[in-house]
């Protein structure tokens, strides 16, 4: 475990990078051995506007990596954090309570909150609007979305203390399991429900894809799915039934355009306050 975060505390930008493209290619190709949906598009002008919002997310984490760093030496330094509480702790223990603390803050909780404020919900909704969801959606945020991850993922640095390799360590495998869970495969079923009691699955988070509520505002977990259970969160539906955009904004030509895209935060719309049964 000491080999695993000294490589992480100086993990290269190049090789974080091959994670990244690594992921896309691997899920890309293994789309088309075991699809979910059979999906009746050209899978390259699908990605293209998913690719641009996966580019800005790319430069806006790099831009603001120097905050993590100086974040984590403070708390370092000042041994401030719940993670000082504890003293004599094995390193690989130490190093999964910072992992499931930062999913917690750094996706979780951002997420949940996301769903239940309006203008945030409206700036989230560039994600939810992909009706083809697949591997390339993974990483389709708005910009503003990006700013907003990453300010919970610095709060949860400063509440848990947790040293840079955790945070690179958290980061890596936060991006495989997103591109995992929004990926168009299909695990046999009782695997996936097995699975999805430690982490999310595929089926797992499609049905928080479903275009309408309550199944919207459910299974917010990114690495493990352990929040939904104790939040009350988690929810199934058959995967057949699964249907993926947002009711509200039925327009997939308009959702597949970078423009609108860009411009959808800034409409005026208000959430339903009830969920929607189907």
């Given at each position: 475990?000491?080999?695993?975060?000294?490589?992480?505390?100086?993990?290269?930008?190049?090789?974080?990078?091959?994670?990244?493209?690594?992921?896309?290619?691997?899920?890309?190709?293994?789309?088309?051995?075991?699809?979910?949906?059979?999906?009746?598009?050209?899978?390259?002008?699908?990605?293209?506007?998913?690719?641009?919002?996966?580019?800005?997310?790319?430069?806006?984490?790099?831009?603001?990596?120097?905050?993590?760093?100086?974040?984590?030496d403070w708390v370092l330094s000042n041994r401030f954090g719940f993670l000082y509480?504890?003293?004599?702790?094995?390193?690989?223990?130490?190093?999964?309570i910072a992992i499931l603390l930062l999913d917690f803050f750094g996706a979780f909780?951002?997420?949940?909150?996301?769903?239940?404020?309006?203008?945030?919900?409206?700036?989230?909704?560039?994600?939810?609007?992909?009706?083809?969801?697949?591997?390339?959606?993974?990483?389709?945020?708005?910009?503003?979305?990006?700013?907003?991850?990453?300010?919970?993922?610095?709060?949860?640095?400063?509440?848990?203390?947790?040293?840079?390799?955790?945070?690179?360590?958290?980061?890596?495998?936060?991006?495989?399991?997103?591109?995992?869970?929004?990926?168009?495969?299909?695990?046999?079923?009782?695997?996936?429900?097995?699975?999805?009691?430690?982490?999310?699955?595929?089926?797992?988070?499609?049905?928080?894809?479903?275009?309408?509520?309550?199944?919207?505002?459910?299974?917010?977990?990114?690495?493990?799915?352990?929040?939904?259970?104790?939040?009350?969160?988690?929810?199934?539906?058959?995967?057949?039934?699964?249907?993926?955009?947002?009711?509200?904004?039925?327009?997939?030509?308009?959702?597949?355009?970078?423009?609108?895209?860009?411009?959808?935060?800034?409409?005026?719309?208000?959430?339903?306050?009830?969920?929607?049964?189907?």
């Amino acid at each position: 475990m000491e080999i695993i975060i000294k490589y992480f505390e100086n993990i290269p930008a190049l090789h974080r990078s091959i994670i990244l493209v690594g992921g896309i290619s691997f899920f890309w190709l293994l789309e088309g051995a075991l699809p979910l949906f059979i999906f009746n598009y050209k899978k390259w002008r699908h990605a293209l506007p998913n690719f641009f919002f996966t580019l800005t997310t790319i430069i806006i984490n790099f831009s603001l990596a120097f905050l993590l760093l100086a974040t984590s030496d403070w708390v370092l330094s000042n041994r401030f954090g719940f993670l000082y509480l504890f003293d004599g702790l094995p390193l690989i223990i130490e190093v999964f309570i910072a992992i499931l603390l930062l999913d917690f803050f750094g996706a979780f909780l951002s997420h949940y909150i996301e769903h239940r404020f309006n203008p945030l919900w409206m700036i989230h909704l560039v994600h939810h609007s992909d009706h083809k969801v697949d591997i390339t959606t993974a990483t389709r945020h708005h910009p503003l979305e990006s700013l907003i991850r990453f300010s919970f993922t610095l709060l949860g640095v400063i509440i848990v203390g947790a040293p840079i390799g955790y945070i690179m360590l958290y980061q890596s495998l936060s991006l495989i399991s997103t591109q995992f869970t929004h990926a168009n495969i299909k695990l046999p079923k009782k695997v996936d429900k097995l699975i999805s009691y430690i982490i999310v699955t595929p089926d797992m988070h499609k049905i928080h894809h479903h275009y309408r509520l309550p199944y919207t505002d459910a299974n917010y977990g990114n690495i493990f799915s352990i929040w939904d259970r104790v939040f009350g969160t988690y929810m199934d539906l058959d995967r057949e039934k699964i249907v993926y955009g947002v009711d509200v904004f039925p327009d997939e030509k308009n959702n597949s355009k970078i423009k609108e895209l860009l411009k959808q935060p800034f409409q005026a719309y208000q959430r339903p306050t009830k969920s929607i049964e189907i």
